[in-house]
């Protein structure tokens, strides 16, 4: 494969001698105030009323016969520059944008990028902005990007209390989450109520649901690609912010100014409130740190180092509990070869691990810990072969290391280890995307991903066989192997291809995608835990693969076109999903491959969003009519059932209204159909104890009380001049109250007889009990600052 | 491990449980079995009743006139007869000449009822003895933990992967019932994968004989006069993950241990129709040998 890499390489060149006779406009597009890269910023040549967007770099390049030119620069949120350039060579041209409402002294031109969702030919694709997220009402005050995330159509979550979220009908391990290109394997803190983000530190959110280009793979339903600031290159800025559940600061500013920045954000959660309950040594808190360097060497070499560092800590006393976290490194290198032909080689490092102790001395313990770490290099090239044309061209090779469990039991001074098997895997991945306008009206997408994965560094393999479908099955030894013997490959090829064309102010676009996951997210709770463990595709695990159709209708409306508006719909074919036997037991388990049965998946929906963001009032509906479902041999009479995900009906309504310079008001609305449960029928004492019972055996068959929930939140600015003189540091308040008419949503319904004592010869309780995590409203109050 | 982790989780933030109504799919009533029995000197008792609908929390209906007969690999028959109580099969071993015992026996359960036979096959495994009973006194070590005598029982597992057990706590002579005693074992460990075989119980497990409070979020230790017997019952594999099944459905206290817990599955049964196409039946059958010790705590 690497020959057939090397060819393509040096193909890409001889394509670019065959345009030789032109020259290109390229460089970075900022921002004015902070140096930050404007990702997606918009390239346009009016004369050829064509151009192009600038990369996750901020790096753009168009290529045009020689002359002169009309090209405007532009961004949402910012003012737009127009520059007329006499382009007789090739030329390098670094913009810096200014955001709105600050003085112009450039020609300004409003309105035209907004279209981007009309005439780019991405679709199924949510994108939040720092400053759109700063404006959700947020639970405790804290805003956070995954659950700002769940607000927009296709994207769900199992209720509060769950760690990670649902697009499009997929579960939570099927989403890959990335932090500066390396994914992250729970994105979490405190089972789902904050994420790993940190909102003072993240400068881009874009979820992609469909059509995901070639660029991207390894899990099945979306792409949760994060990007965090590069730190502003200007100046020095202190930002933070006092809380009711934690504390923030950020510092960022230049090295050397323009050409060398750095960032550095910390956040901890304080003790007092999560740990009410308890007294003594008991504590629950989290923290993280988020930090990026990174230093143009010249004009055609930059280097970004960036971490992150996180973990939650649950303790009951000095010894005994348990704690999560993540860590991921990223070290990446863009270089240019040449004007049009941007290259990227990212290298990063990334580990999940989970920890539990118990025992009260060395004698008589219990310690076990888990883990996933993972080393991935990716090279990446971003060709602009014309203004019609935009080649990708990369790879990504992953060197996987599963410890499930590290483990010892010390009874009496006895020690037992009952640690379990490291395993290792490889993953491979080859891909070329090209991006090309046929004409005004007609825009292609299409791309190749070649991926594989070999599995190895198990020692003793067995097979599994089934001996009833649904239940536990038998293992069988296979043989021995050897350290570096690889016991099972696996090959797929992913096409993806998107298609836009334009029909008067709208568009219509589709797309289709084949993704492969090789690694699976073994979960047998109702919802995704800190515990959930990754496991790799076996000679008995298979890969997941998935197929994805979608259509959809896009168009602008009113004044100016601040309306946006869709409507998509799509369709989900899915192989090899985990499903668990009866009484699956996936941790400590040596034999876990025997607990995990593999069907098919399907989910379809429509869903729906009108966007408003321009004016005093902007804010967004979305709405989401989906189904997702699974069918597994020996589970539920071998018929489709819905996933614990699948809700119905899913709506979201966010608005923000600014009162005037200083007071803005937000309001967030939640609908959510309740979703399916598996419940008894019918119950039976055994040796006085009481268990539920279903003979048609039904998955999933009964739907809890729907979800919904009305916050609210006020943002007030300090007053920016104080005795005539203006402030250095802006400053603000948020109030908000969440859950406002106290609704005890739903976690979960619980079948189960009383927990008292049992007398004998009486009878014993049964009854079903709704679990809430957030029974009450919930107001807070934070104090943000910026100097 | 889980009760530990259950009482810490229980302390929940912000959430809250009630008892809510929903209605239930309608499912015809099924044939119950409850046949647990072992090789200890007293009388041994099968139930048949059936089942309810899932909240009708009254008595089950016992089911009368049945032939309940248990038959051993060593050509025993021990047949189990309605007395006084409607539906209770009893064998009485102190009127029998033969008894429950040979480890590695197989028995066969066979029931008549209705004109139906059900048939079940169990063994009865090994089971090592308890060498000691031991209370420690202990500093209060944290809110779920407090000052006082914490029991334990001292055994090792026998070597050899693959034995089940079940431990049972009696309390001043009562026996701990509630769903959070169900101490089950595999080996010296909690379950099948964590491979800890032929060494004395881990110390979760020994440490299973301290119940809990009424709220269920803190231990109650030993009183000087109290005193404290275990039982060690031997469990087929099937038993246990029949057991382990049943510990998901019944240690159900809410809490943040929801966010842990399994979602409901039906029960794994061993007793089957002998006509494949005949009426259905849930239920276990096993045969346990059982060790047991016992001491009171004295100053």
């Known amino acids: 494969m690497k020959i057939t890499f090397l060819s393509l390489l040096l193909s890409l060149f001889s394509i670019q001698a065959l345009f030789g006779q032109k020259v290109s406009l390229n460089g970075y597009v900022k921002d004015v105030s902070n140096g930050e890269a404007l990702i997606g910023a918009t390239v346009l040549v009016k004369e050829i009323a064509g151009g192009t967007t600038a990369n996750v770099y901020g790096y753009y390049s168009v290529t045009l016969p020689p002359g002169t030119y009309t090209v405007e620069f532009s961004y949402i949120g910012y003012n737009s520059v127009v520059k007329t350039i006499d382009l007789t060579t090739n030329r390098r041209l670094d913009v810096e944008l200014k955001t709105e409402a600050t003085e112009l002294d450039e020609i300004v031109v409003l309105g035209e990028d907004e279209e981007a969702n009309v005439t780019s030919v991405e679709m199924s694709v949510s994108k939040l902005d720092a400053k759109t997220i700063q404006k959700i009402p947020a639970f405790l005050g804290e805003v956070d990007v995954l659950r700002s995330i769940q607000l927009l159509p296709g994207v769900s979550s199992v209720g509060e209390g769950s760690s990670g979220f649902n697009v499009r009908g997929g579960n939570v391990g099927q989403n890959l989450v990335l932090l500066d290109d390396a994914p992250v394997y729970n994105s979490s803190h405190l089972f789902g109520f904050f994420s790993v983000f940190n909102p003072d530190a993240v400068k881009d959110v874009k979820l992609i649901k469909g059509g995901v280009p070639a660029n991207y793979g390894g899990r099945l339903s979306s792409i949760l690609d994060v990007r965090m600031k590069e730190g502003n290159s200007k100046k020095l800025e202190v930002s933070g912010g006092v809380g009711t559940v934690f504390s923030r600061l950020a510092v960022q500013g230049p090295l050397k100014k323009d050409k060398a920045s750095f960032l550095v954000a910390g956040r901890r959660s304080y003790v007092d409130i999560l740990a009410a309950p308890f007294t003594g040594d008991a504590t629950l808190y989290f923290y993280d740190l988020t930090t990026k360097v990174n230093y143009n060497l010249d004009e055609k070499n930059r280097l970004f180092l960036s971490g992150y560092f996180g973990r939650d800590v649950f303790r009951f006393d000095e010894r005994q509990g348990f704690d999560w976290g993540n860590l991921t490194g990223t070290l990446?290198?863009?270089?240019?070869?040449?004007?049009?032909?941007?290259?990227?080689?990212?290298?990063?490092?990334?580990?999940?691990?989970?920890?539990?102790?118990?025992?009260?001395?060395?004698?008589?313990?219990?310690?076990?810990?888990?883990?996933?770490?993972?080393?991935?290099?990716?090279?990446?090239?971003?060709?602009?072969?014309?203004?019609?044309?935009?080649?990708?061209?990369?790879?990504?090779?992953?060197?996987?290391?599963?410890?499930?469990?590290?483990?010892?039991?010390?009874?009496?001074?006895?020690?037992?280890?009952?640690?379990?098997?490291?395993?290792?895997?490889?993953?491979?991945?080859?891909?070329?995307?090209?991006?090309?306008?046929?004409?005004?009206?007609?825009?292609?997408?299409?791309?190749?991903?070649?991926?594989?994965?070999?599995?190895?560094?198990?020692?003793?393999?067995?097979?599994?066989?089934?001996?009833?479908?649904?239940?536990?099955?038998?293992?069988?030894?296979?043989?021995?192997?050897?350290?570096?013997?690889?016991?099972?490959?696996?090959?797929?090829?992913?096409?993806?291809?998107?298609?836009?064309?334009?029909?008067?102010?709208?568009?219509?676009?589709?797309?289709?995608?084949?993704?492969?996951?090789?690694?699976?997210?073994?979960?047998?709770?109702?919802?995704?835990?800190?515990?959930?463990?990754?496991?790799?595709?076996?000679?008995?695990?298979?890969?997941?693969?998935?197929?994805?159709?979608?259509?959809?209708?896009?168009?602008?409306?009113?004044?100016?076109?601040?309306?946006?508006a869709s409507i998509e719909g799509y369709y989900r074919d899915n192989r090899n999903q985990v499903e668990y036997v009866r009484g699956a037991d996936i941790f400590l388990n040596e034999f876990l491959e025997g607990e995990l049965i593999a069907g098919d998946g399907r989910a379809y929906g429509l869903e729906f969003s009108v966007k408003k963001n321009k004016g005093d009032l902007t804010g967004w509906i979305s709405y989401t009519l989906g189904r997702s479902e699974l069918k597994v041999d020996g589970i539920n009479r071998n018929e489709w059932y819905p996933t614990r995900f699948d809700q119905t009906h899913n709506l979201k309504v966010f608005g923000n209204y600014q009162l005037n310079d200083r007071t803005s008001f937000s309001a967030n609305f939640t609908y959510v159909s309740g979703a399916p449960v598996t419940a008894p029928t019918l119950r039976f004492v055994q040796q006085g104890m009481v268990a539920g019972y279903d003979p048609l055996e039904s998955r999933n068959n009964l739907r809890i009380p729907a979800t919904h929930r009305l916050d609210l939140s006020m943002i007030i600015q300090m007053k920016r001049i104080k005795k005539g003189k203006e402030r250095k540091n802006k400053d603000e308040l948020v109030l908000s109250l969440y859950n406002v008419y106290g609704r005890r949503n739903p976690f979960s319904v619980f079948f189960s007889q009383d927990q008292g004592a049992v007398n004998l010869g009486s009878p014993v309780e049964t009854e079903a009990t709704r679990f809430s995590i957030v029974g009450a409203p919930v107001p807070s109050i934070s104090y943000n600052f910026k100097f | 491990m889980k009760r530990i982790a259950i009482i810490v989780l229980a302390s929940g933030l912000l959430g809250c449980e009630d008892p809510i109504d929903v209605t239930l799919e309608?499912?015809?009533?099924?044939?119950?079995?409850?046949?647990?029995?072992?090789?200890?000197?007293?009388?041994?008792?099968?139930?048949?009743?059936?089942?309810?609908?899932?909240?009708?929390?009254?008595?089950?209906?016992?089911?009368?006139?049945?032939?309940?007969?248990?038959?051993?690999?060593?050509?025993?028959?021990?047949?189990?007869?309605?007395?006084?109580?409607?539906?209770?099969?009893?064998?009485?071993?102190?009127?029998?000449?033969?008894?429950?015992?040979?480890?590695?026996?197989?028995?066969?359960?066979?029931?008549?009822?209705?004109?139906?036979?059900?048939?079940?096959?169990?063994?009865?495994?090994?089971?090592?003895?308890?060498?000691?009973?031991?209370?420690?006194?202990?500093?209060?070590?944290?809110?779920?933990?407090?000052?006082?005598?914490?029991?334990?029982?001292?055994?090792?597992?026998?070597?050899?992967?693959?034995?089940?057990?079940?431990?049972?706590?009696?309390?001043?002579?009562?026996?701990?019932?509630?769903?959070?005693?169900?101490?089950?074992?595999?080996?010296?460990?909690?379950?099948?994968?964590?491979?800890?075989?032929?060494?004395?119980?881990?110390?979760?497990?020994?440490?299973?004989?301290?119940?809990?409070?009424?709220?269920?979020?803190?231990?109650?230790?030993?009183?000087?006069?109290?005193?404290?017997?275990?039982?060690?019952?031997?469990?087929?594999?099937?038993?246990?993950?029949?057991?382990?099944?049943?510990?998901?459905?019944?240690?159900?206290?809410?809490?943040?241990?929801?966010?842990?817990?399994?979602?409901?599955?039906?029960?794994?049964?061993?007793?089957?129709?002998?006509?494949?196409?005949?009426?259905?039946?849930?239920?276990?059958?096993?045969?346990?040998?059982?060790?047991?010790?016992?001491?009171?705590?004295?100053?």
């Open chain 1, 332 to 564: 990446r290198w863009n270089h240019l070869f040449k004007d049009r032909l941007f290259s990227n080689f990212s290298f990063f490092v990334s580990t999940y691990d989970y920890g539990f102790a118990f025992g009260e001395n060395d004698l008589d313990k219990f310690d076990w810990e888990s883990r996933i770490l993972t080393y991935t290099f990716k090279p990446y090239f971003n060709y602009f072969i014309n203004t019609n044309n935009e080649l990708l061209i990369g790879g990504e090779s992953t060197l996987y290391d599963f410890k499930p469990a590290e483990a010892v039991a010390v009874s009496d001074g006895l020690v037992t280890d009952i640690s379990l098997d490291e395993k290792w895997s490889i993953e491979n991945a080859l891909y070329i995307d090209n991006t090309q306008k046929v004409n005004n009206k007609l825009t292609l997408k299409y791309g190749l991903r070649f991926s594989s994965f070999h599995y190895f560094g198990v020692d003793s393999v067995y097979n599994y066989e089934t001996i009833e479908p649904g239940f536990r099955q038998q293992q069988t030894f296979f043989r021995s192997f050897d350290n570096n013997e690889i016991i099972k490959s696996y090959y797929t090829w992913e096409p993806r291809a998107s298609v836009k064309y334009q029909i008067g102010k709208g568009s219509v676009k589709a797309s289709y995608m084949r993704t492969a996951q090789y690694i699976h997210l073994v979960s047998n709770t109702a919802a995704s835990t800190p515990i959930d463990v990754w496991t790799p595709s076996t000679n008995n695990i298979e890969p997941q693969i998935g197929d994805q159709w979608a259509l959809g209708y896009f168009r602008n409306f009113g004044r100016g076109n601040d309306i946006e």
């Open chain 2, 26 to 299: 309608e499912a015809e009533p099924v044939l119950v079995v409850d046949a647990w029995i072992n090789n200890k000197p007293e009388l041994q008792i099968i139930k048949l009743s059936m089942a309810q609908p899932y909240f009708d929390s009254s008595l089950p209906p016992p089911v009368s006139g049945a032939t309940v007969v248990v038959s051993s690999s060593a050509n025993e028959t021990f047949i189990f007869e309605e007395r006084n109580t409607p539906g209770d099969y009893v064998w009485d071993p102190s009127t029998s000449a033969n008894g429950i015992g040979e480890i590695e026996t197989e028995y066969q359960l066979q029931i008549e009822v209705n004109d139906e036979i059900y048939v079940s096959i169990s063994q009865i495994n090994r089971v090592p003895t308890i060498d000691s009973i031991k209370f420690t006194f202990k500093e209060e070590l944290n809110q779920f933990q407090p000052e006082g005598y914490y029991g334990e029982f001292v055994s090792a597992d026998p070597r050899g992967e693959g034995d089940t057990y079940w431990i049972k706590t009696f309390k001043n002579g009562i026996y701990q019932n509630r769903p959070f005693d169900l101490t089950i074992a595999y080996d010296a460990g909690f379950s099948q994968g964590g491979l800890i075989d032929g060494v004395v119980f881990i110390q979760p497990l020994q440490d299973s004989v301290n119940p809990l409070n009424e709220d269920l979020d803190e231990i109650v230790p030993y009183e000087i006069g109290d005193s404290l017997y275990v039982e060690i019952h031997s469990i087929t594999n099937d038993a246990f993950f029949f057991l382990q099944e049943l510990q998901i459905q019944t240690q159900r206290d809410g809490g943040f241990d929801e966010i842990f817990a399994e979602p409901f599955e039906n029960v794994p049964s061993n007793i089957i129709n002998a006509d494949e196409n005949g009426e259905d039946i849930i239920g276990y059958f096993n045969v346990a040998a059982v060790s047991g010790s016992g001491r009171k705590l004295t100053e």
